[in-house]
């Protein structure tokens, strides 16, 4: 894993030193950044999250100090309308987004967009607002390195949970070992399983365990509805839908669940910020073609998480293409423009 960074970071510095970064400039396109957490690294938070879900502050910073040499830095929803009503678009042109609704996205990251002045979208779970920490995959990541699994693994394998567990390992559970990437595949491998029933597994072994909560921190880690609010006054940044549980909206999920996600939470956004949200991001990127009709009807635009760029002419609305950035692939300038130019 190691190698490969190094690696990918001395190619994209011999990109870099060619005229790379030219590349940028050309784009008759939106290009969409995804975020989800800002944390710096000795904060307890960034140790406990996967790396896929973090950057560090500077390295927000810096991104906003290349994307605005190189971009207008524009709000999504009002690229949106301005596409819409055949009005003139920016080119290029780069929008920003947060995913999940993060109670750092206030603390560490406003203040670097409100300095420089750059707009942004976060995409909130609505029933989750305020609250402490309730996604599945990171719970079930800080099940598998706790350090009385193995012996529950051993002697509890009744247990429906475990039981449950059991079957997600990518190894024998003599050899096993919680690496990241062993985490990662047994995340992966959960999602075939629908959210309620990973909710309730999860649920489950975490009273085995003697977790208190669904969270091992002393704060709520999402968003309040009061910070929102602030963050929302002068327009700055502006809140889209991510639906109300963060259920995945694939084949799995009951039509009525899916129709209350999509619609119950743009209802929630209203009544608590007093704007409706033009703007929907799928779960984990999963949509049926039902999910687009739904959120069609809706909203006015929605995120995917296809990589890739917007060209006028050749985009869904609906499924709006976005690059993800996290610390270990966009922590240097040339790898970050190496990334948003869909390299890495
Ligand atoms: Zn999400």
Redesign the pocket.
């Known amino acids: 894993m190691r190698l490969k960074k190094l690696l990918k970071t001395a190619i994209s510095a011999t990109l870099y030193h060619s005229g790379l970064h030219r590349a940028l400039r050309s784009r008759n396109a939106l290009t969409i950044l995804t975020y989800?957490r800002v944390l710096p690294c000795d904060d307890s938070r960034y140790l406990n999250e996967q790396p896929g879900m973090v950057v560090q502050p500077d390295t927000l910073a810096m991104h906003l100090r290349v994307v605005s040499k190189y971009y207008t830095l524009i709000h999504l929803d009002e690229w949106v309308s301005r596409y819409q009503n055949g009005a003139p678009l920016p080119s290029p042109a780069c929008a920003i987004t947060f995913?999940?609704g993060w109670a750092d996205n206030f603390e560490y990251a406003y203040p670097i967009l409100k300095a420089a002045q750059v707009p942004a979208s976060i995409?909130i779970?609505t029933d989750m607002v305020g609250k402490e920490y309730q996604f599945w995959p990171g719970r079930l990541a800080a099940i598998i390195r706790h350090h009385r699994l193995p012996q529950q693994l051993f002697e509890q394998d009744a247990h429906p949970g475990i039981h449950w567990l059991l079957q997600l390992l990518p190894a024998p559970i003599a050899q096993f070992q919680p690496s990241t990437a062993a985490i990662d595949a047994i995340i992966e491998h959960a999602k075939m399983f629908s959210d309620h029933e990973v909710t309730q597994h999860v649920s489950h072994i975490e009273t085995l365990l003697g977790f208190s909560g669904n969270s091992s921190s002393h704060t709520p880690e999402m968003l309040s509805w009061e910070q929102i609010n602030t963050m929302t006054e002068d327009g700055l940044i502006k809140i889209g839908s991510?639906t109300r549980s963060?259920a995945r909206l694939n084949q799995l999920l009951p039509e009525q669940d899916m129709r209350s996600e999509i619609e119950q939470s743009s209802i929630a956004i209203k009544h608590r910020t007093g704007i409706s949200p033009s703007l929907f991001?799928y779960?984990?990127g999963d949509h049926t073609p039902l999910a687009i009709e739904l959120v069609s009807n809706q909203y006015h635009a929605a995120c995917s998480t296809i990589p890739g760029v917007n060209a006028p002419g050749q985009l869904e609305l609906h499924l709006l293409k976005r690059f993800t950035m996290h610390e270990d692939i966009s922590d240097n300038e040339s790898l970050f423009i190496c990334r948003i130019l869909g390299l890495f």
């Open positions: 989800h995913d999940d995409f779970v991510h963060h991001c779960p984990n």
